[in-house]
């Protein structure tokens, strides 16, 4: 079965880093875009990165293009999320998804960031 496993969330200070992984089994990682997406406290869903399926295409949310970056290694079935200077805005429980912002049906549990001095 799809499994999805996020990690690499914690506190941070603003202005620092963490890079997220998500760990994918039970598909053909490599045939599929994935994509970031976020939910704050009490806020809805918010999209934030999409990668294509070899990762030659990247793609950002105004929110955070120029702070995140996307990757991902079909070797070993993780994509990433490098997340620099980062702000308070930016806590969230940050979730993996299979697919990209228009069309995912598999998602993981979330890994809570929180940005805060």
């Known amino acids: 079965q799809v499994q999805l496993v996020e990690s690499g969330g914690g506190l941070v200070q603003p202005g620092g880093s963490l890079r997220l992984s998500c760990a994918a089994s039970?598909?053909?990682?490599?045939?599929?875009?994935m994509s970031w997406v976020r939910q704050a406290p009490g806020k809805g869903l918010e999209w934030v990165s999409d990668?294509?399926?070899?990762?030659?295409?990247?793609y950002y949310a105004d929110s955070v293009n120029g702070r995140f970056t996307i990757s991902r290694d079909n070797a070993k079935n993780t994509v990433y999320l490098q997340m620099n200077s980062l702000k308070p805005d930016d806590t969230a429980v940050y979730y993996c998804?299979?697919?990209?912002?228009?069309?995912?049906?598999?998602w993981g549990k979330g890994t809570q960031v929180t940005v805060s001095s």
């Open positions: 998804r299979k697919g990209n912002r228009w069309a995912s049906d598999y």
């Open positions: 039970g598909f053909t990682f490599s045939s599929y875009a």
């Open positions: 990668i294509s399926s070899g990762g030659g295409s990247t």
